[in-house]
């Protein structure tokens, strides 16, 4: 096997970037990691991705790959050997792309980001929503280890970097997801006990400390 | 083989198109029906509770929601005939980037020329076309983004060729005067059947759009 040069464009906050960081870590790819500074990109980001000039980036041997869910497919086709994410089975493959899918639009969408952006009725109508597709989530687990079943799957890498936003919105929306949605932090719980998520998402008070630096410069209060 | 393939959809759904498009290039037989989204069907609601929308794909009694996943699917299912996604990896990430450009720009910087008026949608008009000289620029020489055939990104961007003559009435602008290359392929994937036949007249289109503008309140 040639030696393969990967590089990660990254910013420690994003659950996108964490995304790829775990399926890396599943496929035990050494790779680079450079943190960006997104208030200043680098020449290097916005050449890799002149599209969107957004992280992650994913380079390998110099030819970027963009957009997080199109990273960790590309991932588990070139290093198909180690830890599958998506399943054989077309029908399977097109469940987990569909909850992918799900998470992308209503977990890390607009309406989420109400719950620490807004106050009041706002926040209370996020927060609902929010639990409610948390639920849906815990429906489609089900009694299974993971959403992949008996290892780490697709969905579980879609979704577990958000985990390490959960206490930041807890705080911000003053509720307990855990008495919400027991199960979905059971899971989240076990996915932390594995090496390559554990190692790949940032520590909880961080993110928070983080947040309210962002709500301190958007003036949100 | 005896496959049961049936297809919720909404006539003017470029969505809805990208399943029908995908369909039709595999030769697949199936049961279209029409769904009237003010009074959806108990098999829509029991097919897609998730999102209750159209299309959707169900195949043997097995559902398969939003269409960029269908066109996968279709594609993965019956792998051999027509091939819309490439087998090489690093082609399979570009072409599904693109299909994602599209599905984040087009259709809502679309919805907005037909929306707005005003500065608003002289912003929304500048926009759609700037997101069409990119994806004319992706094109590039090439007769279809698949390369010589129908590709992946042709079946994902192609349907909202049936919106341009609605467009461009309700914003008073030409996409072929700014953007040929693009008309030009959006000319030749209509000489095949299979992108033909599912895409509805442009001119029903844009009777839609009137009546949803008459409906919305919009001028």
Same mark, same amino acid.
């Given at each position: 096997?040639?030696?393969?040069?990967?590089?990660?464009?990254?910013?420690?906050?994003?659950?996108?970037?964490?995304?790829?960081?775990?399926?890396?870590?599943?496929?035990?790819?050494?790779? @680079?990691?450079?943190?960006?500074?997104?208030?200043?990109?680098?020449?290097?980001?916005?050449?890799?991705?002149?599209?969107?000039?957004?992280?992650?980036?994913?380079?390998?041997?110099?030819?970027?790959?963009? @957009?997080?869910?199109?990273?960790?497919?590309?991932?588990?086709?070139?290093?198909?050997?180690?830890?599958?994410?998506?399943?054989?089975?077309?029908?399977?493959?097109?469940?987990?792309?569909?909850?992918?899918?799900?998470?992308?639009?209503?977990?890390y969408g607009l309406e989420s980001g109400k719950v620490w952006t807004t106050k009041g009725e706002e926040q209370e109508a996020a927060k609902k929503e929010f639990i409610e597709c948390l639920k849906l989530l815990e429906g489609e687990l089900g009694n299974k280890a993971y959403f992949g079943g008996e290892n780490l799957g697709?969905?579980?890498?879609?979704?577990?970097?958000?985990?390490?936003?959960?206490?930041?919105? @807890?705080?911000?929306?003053?509720?307990?997801?855990?008495? @919400?949605?027991?199960?979905?932090?059971?899971?989240?719980?076990?996915?932390?006990?594995?090496?390559?998520?554990?190692?790949?998402?940032?520590?909880?008070?961080?993110?928070?400390?983080?947040?309210?630096?962002?709500?301190?410069?958007?003036?949100?209060? | 083989?005896?496959?049961?393939?049936?297809?919720?959809?909404?006539?003017?759904?470029?969505?809805?198109?990208?399943?029908?498009?995908?369909?039709?290039?595999?030769?697949?037989?199936?049961?279209?029906?029409?769904?009237?989204?003010?009074?959806?069907?108990?098999?829509?609601?029991?097919?897609?509770?998730?999102? &209750?929308?159209?299309?959707?794909?169900?195949?043997?009694?097995?559902?398969?929601?939003?269409?960029?996943?269908?066109?996968?699917?279709?594609?993965?299912?019956?792998?051999?005939?027509?091939?819309?996604?490439?087998?090489?990896?690093?082609?399979?990430?570009?072409?599904?980037?693109?299909?994602?450009?599209?599905? &984040?720009?087009?259709?809502?910087?679309?919805?907005?020329?037909?929306?707005?008026?005003?500065?608003?949608?002289?912003?929304?008009?500048?926009?759609?076309?700037?997101?069409?000289?990119?994806?004319?620029?992706?094109?590039?020489?090439?007769?279809?983004?698949?390369?010589?055939?129908?590709?992946?990104?042709?079946?994902?961007?192609?349907?909202?060729?049936?919106?341009?003559?609605?467009?461009?009435?309700?914003?008073?602008?030409?996409?072929?005067?700014?953007?040929?290359?693009?008309?030009?392929?959006?000319?030749?994937?209509?000489?095949?059947?299979?992108?033909?036949?599912?895409?509805?007249?442009?001119?029903?289109?844009?009777?839609?759009?009137?009546?949803?503008?008459?409906?919305?309140?919009?001028?």
């Amino acid at each position: 096997m040639a030696d393969e040069d990967v590089v990660l464009l990254d910013f420690w906050p994003s659950p996108f970037g964490m995304r790829v960081r775990i399926a890396l870590a599943e496929k035990e790819i050494k790779y @680079e990691y450079k943190e960006e500074d997104l208030r200043n990109k680098t020449d290097l980001l916005l050449k890799m991705n002149p599209i969107h000039k957004k992280i992650p980036v994913l380079i390998h041997n110099g030819k970027p790959v963009c @957009e997080s869910l199109v990273q960790v497919q590309y991932i588990d086709e070139i290093w198909p050997h180690k830890s599958p994410l998506l399943p054989t089975d077309p029908y399977q493959r097109a469940i987990a792309r569909f909850w992918g899918d799900f998470v992308d639009k209503k977990i890390y969408g607009l309406e989420s980001g109400k719950v620490w952006t807004t106050k009041g009725e706002e926040q209370e109508a996020a927060k609902k929503e929010f639990i409610e597709c948390l639920k849906l989530l815990e429906g489609e687990l089900g009694n299974k280890a993971y959403f992949g079943g008996e290892n780490l799957g697709y969905v579980d890498v879609v979704l577990v970097p958000f985990y390490s936003w959960f206490y930041a919105y @807890e705080k911000c929306g003053n509720f307990s997801i855990e008495t @919400e949605c027991p199960k979905l932090i059971a899971w989240a719980k076990r996915c932390m006990e594995k090496d390559s998520v554990s190692k790949s998402l940032p520590d909880q008070d961080k993110i928070y400390d983080y947040v309210l630096h962002l709500k301190k410069v958007f003036g949100i209060e | 083989m005896a496959e049961e393939v049936v297809l919720l959809d909404f006539w003017p759904s470029p969505f809805g198109m990208r399943s029908r498009i995908a369909l039709a290039e595999k030769g697949i037989k199936y049961e279209h029906k029409e769904e009237d989204l003010r009074n959806k069907s108990a098999l829509l609601l029991q097919m897609n509770p998730v999102h &209750k929308k159209i299309p959707v794909l169900i195949h043997n009694g097995k559902p398969v929601c939003e269409s960029l996943i269908q066109v996968q699917y279709i594609d993965e299912v019956w792998h051999d005939k027509a091939p819309l996604l490439p087998s090489d990896p690093y082609q399979k990430a570009t072409a599904r980037f693109w299909a994602d450009y599209v599905d &984040k720009k087009i259709y809502e910087v679309g919805g907005r020329v037909w929306k707005t008026k005003g500065e608003k949608q002289a912003t929304a008009k500048k926009e759609l076309i700037e997101t069409l000289k990119l994806l004319e620029k992706e094109l590039g020489d090439k007769p279809y983004f698949g390369g010589e055939s129908l590709g992946y990104v042709d079946v994902a961007f192609i349907p909202f060729y049936s919106w341009f003559y609605a467009l461009e009435k309700c914003g008073n602008f030409s996409i072929e005067a700014e953007c040929p290359k693009l008309i030009a392929w959006a000319k030749r994937c209509m000489q095949k059947e299979s992108v033909a036949k599912s895409l509805p007249d442009q001119q029903k289109v844009y009777d839609f759009i009137l009546e949803m503008k008459k409906h919305f309140g919009i001028e």
